[in-house]
T-cell receptor, first 116, second 113 residues
C-alpha cells in the first residue's frame, strides 16, 4: 500500500533563513512521482515542485528544492530565504505508476510559520 | 485568468438534504478531479474524470455522484447529505498525461448539521 508521512504538524522559521519540511513515503511501485503543494490561509492549493522517481537530479523551482533520497524513501522540501508569504500549510503527495494520477495520495500536512 | 472556479464557496446543509457542487475550468484540460480535505488527513480523491464522457471512483466515493457535463464542467452531487460529509471540497484539473501539475479551485467549505 502507498503511504505518505509528514511527521511535523507545525514548524516555524525566521525570515530569510532556510527550512526543511520532512516527507517520507512508502510504495512498492517501481515508478512514482512526488509532489509538494502549498495551501495558504486563503485555501487554494498551489503546486510547488515535482520529482520523478527516475530523475537523476533533485528538482528545483526557484527558492524551492526537493531533497530526494530514494534509498531512505524521503522527499524533503527545502525552502531557502524564507519570506513572510511562505507561511502556509504544505502537503507532500505521491503518484503511483499503477492507475496513474487517480492514485495521487497526500500527507497530513505541515503548517509553516515564518517569523519576522 | 480564472483557472478552476468552484461554487459555492460555503454551504450549510441539514442531514438528508441534497446539493450539487459546481466546478468549471477554462484551460481546456482533459482530466478533472474532486477531492475532500479533512483535518489531519490531507486530501482524498472522491471521483475523477480522465476525459469528457468518462468518470471513475477514487478513494472515498460513497455518498457522492459526479457528472462530466462537458470538457469544462465537472459537478459533484450529494444526494442525501450526512454529517460525515462535512469537509472542504476541492476541484482540480490537469491538461494531459505526463503533465504532473494539478490546478486546484479555491475550495468549498461544506457543513452538514
Amino acid at each position: 500500500a502507498q503511504k505518505i508521512t509528514q511527521t511535523q504538524p507545525g514548524m516555524f522559521v525566521q525570515e530569510k533563513e532556510a527550512v526543511t519540511l520532512d516527507c517520507t513515503y512508502d510504495t512498492s511501485d517501481p515508478s512514482y512521482g512526488l509532489f509538494w503543494y502549498k495551501q495558504p490561509s486563503s485555501g487554494e492549493m498551489i503546486f510547488l515542485i515535482y520529482q520523478g522517481s527516475y530523475d537523476q537530479q533533485n528538482a528545483t523551482e526557484g527558492r524551492y528544492s526537493l531533497n530526494f533520497q530514494k534509498a531512505r524513501k524521503s522527499a524533503n522540501l527545502v525552502i531557502s530565504a524564507s519570506q513572510l508569504g511562505d507561511s502556509a500549510m504544505y502537503f507532500c503527495a505521491m503518484r503511483g505508476s499503477r492507475g496513474g494520477y487517480n492514485k495521487l495520495i497526500f500527507g497530513a500536512g505541515t503548517r509553516l510559520a515564518v517569523h519576522p | 485568468n480564472a483557472g478552476v472556479t468552484q461554487t459555492p464557496k460555503f454551504q450549510v446543509l441539514k442531514t438528508g438534504q441534497s446539493m450539487t457542487l459546481q466546478c468549471a475550468q477554462d484551460m481546456n484540460h482533459n482530466s478533472m478531479y474532486w477531492y475532500r480535505q479533512d483535518p489531519g488527513m490531507g486530501l482524498r480523491l472522491i471521483y475523477y474524470s480522465a476525459s469528457e464522457g468518462t468518470t471513475d471512483k477514487g478513494e472515498v466515493p460513497n455518498g457522492y455522484n459526479v457528472s462530466r457535463l462537458n470538457k469544462r464542467e465537472f459537478s459533484l452531487r450529494l444526494e442525501s447529505a450526512a454529517p460525515s460529509q462535512t469537509s472542504v471540497y476541492f476541484c482540480a484539473s490537469r491538461d494531459r498525461e505526463g503533465n504532473e501539475k494539478l490546478f486546484f479551485g479555491s475550495g468549498t467549505q461544506l457543513s452538514v448539521l
